[in-house]
């Protein structure tokens, strides 16, 4: 088991705002999962937290981080209009992930992305434009019809899990997965709703998370 690793805040620029984060490197990490929160949520979700620290466990450092400003996000829980601005959401994962590549203490650690919601839809299209950044994409409850054009351009490994009684997001998820391009699988946890409060399933999410970029992320 690595080293016990300390949070350490971070405020990571991006283009005229400046984003809140918290990062956690263990020692011997080889590579690091940042996390793309979806609607009305952010880096202090439990859920998210809670799989970070399996990955830490399995030596993966993770970036848990705000995609929108304390500002905005005042905005968005009366509106909830931002949250769904996936082109503003992707643009700001990508800044963080080319801040991550320019740091000393990450650069030279393969990222993979963990989304959440419409979290997943900002992954995937950050993802695009970053083949030899990004190399593992995981999906929880994701929205990933909400990259539809960008799908079969995708060429990173991509799990999508999804709750078995959330049958919505079900029948999105597997829309998206017909039109993914590259490596691709859909996982569904049986009786989980969408946020997989049920005893058990966010144990599954955080599992096949660990496993997934433990094939691809680590390894290439």
Do not use: C
């Amino acid at each position: 088991m690595p080293a016990h690793a300390v949070d350490r805040q971070v405020r990571i620029p991006v283009g005229s705002v400046q984003l809140d984060g918290t990062l956690r490197i263990p020692n011997g990490a080889r590579a690091i999962v940042v996390f793309a929160h979806g609607s009305g949520s952010g880096r202090h979700s439990p859920r998210n937290r809670y799989v970070a620290d399996v990955l830490r466990t399995a030596g993966l450092a993770t970036l848990l981080v705000d995609l929108l400003t304390q500002d905005e996000d005042v905005i968005d829980q009366a509106t909830a209009e931002l949250r769904f601005d996936i082109d503003l959401l992707a643009e700001r994962l990508g800044g963080v992930t080319d801040w991550l590549a320019a740091q000393g203490t990450t650069a030279a650690l393969p990222i993979g992305y963990f989304g959440a919601s419409t979290g997943a839809a900002a992954a995937l299209i950050a993802a695009v434009d970053r083949p030899e950044t990004v190399r593992a994409i995981v999906s929880r409850g994701g929205r990933p019809d909400l990259a539809l054009p960008v799908l079969a351009r995708i060429r990173q490994p991509t799990l999508l899990i999804v709750g078995g009684a959330d049958e919505v997001v079900i029948d999105l998820n597997r829309r998206a997965l017909a039109e993914l391009g590259g490596i691709k699988r859909l996982v569904i946890v049986p009786g989980a709703t969408h946020l997989f409060e049920e005893p058990g399933a966010l144990e599954q999410v955080a599992a096949l998370a660990s496993q997934w970029f433990g094939q691809y992320l680590e390894l290439r």
